[in-house]
């Protein structure tokens, strides 16, 4: 019998791996297919970090090293935080990941146990969910539609908050609406959790450096916020970075030690040859990064202006990460080529098989509503995918 695990079955695939690998298959068969499933910069890692990374080989930095990084690297994770976000970690609450993902698994299922609530605005992304199911969490969803530019209120958190709940986790900016919480909005979030002490907080900033307006804010340098509160971060987007695969935590002690603790019997410590390259990266001046951002701008300034040519589609004007997210309700419950388009996954695959354009369904960010489209390319490419996007939409009739 073939028989895998109970917590297995619990867990969904990752939609936005699992549109990639669709869209690879009609690639595959010579189909010209256009891609906005993926999140990942098209963009090459600037080549001061590469140069570390061959130092690094020649150096001989291919023993393993320490479960949660070498002490150079925490020193200048701890470096950055306090340069970029005013928030004073020590080395010793640092604890470096496989990437983010690893970094938010290793938290959630040091600090989750069965039947433990965690707070979960949506959209949210894709893994967070899946990763509480395995951890026997309970979600407890708070969602945020476009009118609300997709970012959920004090009140509304307020409104899910039990004797059972000990986590929140979100991003800003997010993934997957570009949504951006200010620092006013982020002082009242802290304000309501100063009522509930024993409710944690992960914050991922990985898309901290890829924002188009005012200057990033890290809920845990809020005042009284920074002993409650895990702040994920890495190297994947902002220096395009995604195949190195390193992320990296600050937290308060107990909590790094708990993560420490848990990737000592998961993975150990990260790729040493990453880990020489992260030191160069994140000891760099972060406007090494601004002709990509730049570039970013540029993109998201242009797809919002197509998009908003599209005839009931609502779109918000994101700002930072490289995403739209825009409300496809008007088009659902209509028919396209005798096949009734009822729910945002259906229209996602309606537009790669009849226009072969990937996008990503909203249902697996926590919002039936939206669809994911990924900016992460060129200018003629965004032409190119609005123009089937925009046929696509207009196929349909009710």
């Known amino acids: 019998m073939n028989r895998v695990s109970n917590r297995l079955m619990v867990l969904s695939e990752s939609e936005t791996l699992a549109m990639a690998r669709r869209t690879r298959e009609l690639k595959a068969q010579g189909i010209d297919v256009i891609s906005l499933s993926l999140g990942e910069p098209d963009y090459d890692t600037p080549t001061f970090i590469k140069e570390a990374a061959k130092q690094a080989i020649d150096e001989n930095f291919t023993h393993y090293p320490p479960v949660a990084g070498y002490p150079e690297l925490r020193e200048a994770v701890a470096l950055k935080f306090r340069r970029d976000n005013n928030i004073d970690y020590a080395a010793d609450q640092i604890v470096v990941s496989t990437g983010a993902k690893q970094s938010i698994a290793n938290a959630i299922l040091s600090l989750i146990n069965p039947g433990d609530e965690v707070l979960l605005p949506a959209p949210y992304w894709v893994s967070y969910i899946e990763i509480i199911k395995l951890a026997g969490g309970i979600p407890k969803v708070i969602y945020a539609g476009i009118e609300q530019d997709f970012k959920v209120t004090p009140e509304q958190l307020r409104s899910h908050i039990t004797d059972k709940t000990r986590l929140m986790i979100f991003s800003s900016p997010c993934n997957p609406t570009g949504s951006v919480y200010s620092q006013t909005e982020l002082e009242s979030i802290a304000q309501l959790f100063q009522e509930f002490p024993e ?9 901290e450096h890829i924002r188009f307006k005012g200057k990033h804010c890290s809920i845990a340098s809020i005042p009284g916020m920074k002993e409650r509160v895990v702040t994920v971060n890495g190297l994947s987007k902002s220096f395009a970075m995604t195949g190195w695969r390193l992320g990296y935590i600050g937290a308060p002690k107990w909590i790094a030690d708990a993560c420490d603790k848990f990737q000592g019997q998961i993975t150990s410590g990260t790729c040493t040859i990453t880990q020489r390259a992260a030191i160069a990266a994140l000891n760099a001046d972060p406007e090494v990064i601004q002709p990509m951002v730049e570039g970013f701008h540029t993109r998201r300034d242009l797809m919002l202006g197509l998009l908003r040519e599209i005839e009931g589609l609502k779109v918000n004007e994101p700002e930072g990460a490289f995403y739209f997210f825009p409300d496809v309700t008007a088009f659902l419950g209509k028919t396209g080529n005798g096949q009734k388009i009822t729910t945002a996954q259906e229209l996602t695959m309606y537009l790669l098989n009849q226009f072969h354009l990937a996008t990503v369904g909203g249902e697996a960010f ?19 995918s609005v123009k089937r996007l925009k046929a696509g939409l207009e196929s349909l009739h009710a």
């Open 199 to 207: 409710v944690i907080i992960i914050s991922d900033e990985i898309y």
């Open 366 to 384: 926590g919002c039936a509503k939206s669809i994911r489209l990924s900016y992460a390319t060129s200018e003629e490419i965004i032409r190119e």
